[in-house]
């Protein structure tokens, strides 16, 4: 059977994200960047389980599924 939480566990949405632009460290944990599905500049935001588009997403944080849906 197909377990989400384990797939979420075992993603790092950084390294997905990487493929779709050039992230910048933003700080401990975040980072930032063009989004790679409006191509807004520095509205992207990701961390190692959630990310963020303040245009895409209304600045509402979003899981791997969400980003791999996108």
């Known amino acids: 059977m ?11 949405l950084i390294a997905l994200a ?8 933003k700080g ?3 980072y930032c ?11 992207f935001a990701v961390q190692s389980d959630k990310w963020l588009c303040r245009n895409c997403t209304q600045g509402k ?3 791997v599924i969400a980003y791999i849906q996108r």
Do not use: H, I, S
């Open 2 to 12: 197909f377990n989400v939480e384990t797939l979420k566990a075992n993603t790092d």
């Open 18 to 25: 990487e493929r779709d632009t050039t992230l910048k460290r």
């Open 28 to 30: 401990a944990k975040e």
């Open 33 to 43: 960047a063009p989004c790679p599905f409006c191509g807004g500049r520095d509205r």
């Open 61 to 63: 944080w979003q899981d």
